[in-house]
């Protein structure tokens, strides 16, 4: 009995079946390939963490050059030597996670949020993760501060800013104007860092006046990145500022 292949139930049935078959081999390599892309986030998020803790191959002046990470290899190598510890921040205490090497996540820990200490030249380091949203999609971020609260390098990253504008976040021109500035004032108060057009600084040499110079044409980005800043690293100031007393 012939098949009627120009009928329409034919055609149905056809879709339904390669529907199926096309499902079923894609669920296939996504399981196939999930250990490989869990793997690949974890040695990425060690790559912006040693990064924002100034250990990359970034070459020159700063606000100068490419940005240039250690590779996969080296940061999985490298990490434990200057990563130390990672804990939960609640309020101002701290609870300890076993195991630095195995990143605890930014999201899902309704019982305090992450922190990783680590040591560069002889500094202890505070990294700490933010996120927020920029002018089109999500924005993101590592914040490396001393225990007075002084940024000592940052890193962000973007997932759809405007090439050539908002998408200069990640450019060190710009990451590079976080090193040295305060995030309290003179007084001892989170004064956090505002994205300034109107700074009068152009070479970023005030450092305690928690401001930077924006970037031009990415207003939005940048308000996006202040608030990603400020947000994200209140909750931790109450424990940092008591490592001192």
């Given at each position: 009995?012939?098949?009627?292949?120009?009928?329409?139930?034919?055609?149905?049935?056809?879709?339904?079946?390669?529907?199926?078959?096309?499902?079923?081999?894609?669920?296939?390599?996504?399981?196939?390939?999930?250990?490989?892309?869990?793997?690949?986030?974890?040695?990425?998020?060690?790559?912006?963490?040693?990064?924002?803790?100034?250990?990359n191959h970034n070459q020159?002046?700063?606000?100068?050059?490419?940005?240039?990470?250690?590779?996969?290899?080296?940061?999985?190598?490298?990490?434990?030597?200057?990563?130390?510890?990672?804990?939960?921040?609640?309020?101002?205490?701290?609870?300890?996670?076993?195991?630095?090497?195995?990143?605890?996540n930014f999201n899902g820990?309704?019982?305090?949020?992450?922190?990783?200490?680590?040591?560069?030249?002889?500094?202890?380091?505070?990294?700490?993760?933010?996120?927020?949203?920029?002018?089109?999609?999500?924005?993101?971020?590592?914040?490396?501060?001393?225990?007075?609260?002084?940024?000592?390098?940052?890193?962000?990253?973007?997932?759809?800013?405007?090439?050539?504008?908002?998408?200069?976040?990640?450019?060190?021109?710009?990451?590079?104007?976080?090193?040295?500035?305060?995030?309290?004032?003179?007084?001892?108060?989170?004064?956090?860092?505002?994205?300034?057009?109107?700074?009068?600084?152009?070479?970023?040499?005030?450092?305690?006046?928690?401001?930077?110079?924006?970037?031009?044409?990415?207003?939005?980005?940048?308000?996006?990145?202040?608030?990603?800043?400020?947000?994200?690293?209140?909750?931790?100031?109450?424990?940092?500022?008591?490592?001192?007393?």
């Amino acid at each position: 009995m012939a098949v009627k292949t120009e009928s329409n139930s034919y055609t149905v049935i056809f879709a339904i079946i390669m529907v199926v078959i096309v499902g079923a081999l894609l669920a296939g390599i996504s399981s196939a390939l999930s250990s490989d892309i869990s793997n690949n986030k974890k040695l990425e998020k060690k790559q912006n963490i040693l990064y924002a803790m100034g250990v990359n191959h970034n070459q020159g002046e700063l606000g100068g050059g490419k940005v240039e990470f250690l590779s996969t290899t080296d940061a999985e190598k490298e990490f434990p030597n200057y990563v130390k510890e990672q804990y939960l921040i609640k309020g101002n205490t701290a609870e300890k996670v076993e195991g630095a090497n195995d990143l605890i996540n930014f999201n899902g820990h309704r019982e305090g949020l992450p922190l990783y200490v680590g040591e560069k030249d002889g500094t202890t380091l505070y990294i700490i993760p933010v996120n927020g949203r920029g002018l089109w999609d999500a924005i993101w971020g590592y914040i490396a501060v001393d225990k007075d609260l002084v940024v000592r390098g940052v890193f962000f990253d973007h997932k759809g800013e405007t090439a050539g504008l908002g998408a200069n976040i990640k450019e060190r021109f710009f990451m590079d104007d976080f090193i040295g500035e305060h995030l309290l004032d003179a007084a001892g108060n989170f004064q956090s860092i505002q994205i300034s057009k109107s700074n009068g600084d152009p070479e970023n040499k005030r450092k305690e006046d928690g401001k930077i110079d924006a970037i031009a044409g990415a207003t939005l980005t940048g308000n996006g990145v202040q608030a990603m800043i400020s947000d994200g690293i209140e909750p931790y100031i109450s424990y940092i500022k008591s490592l001192n007393k």
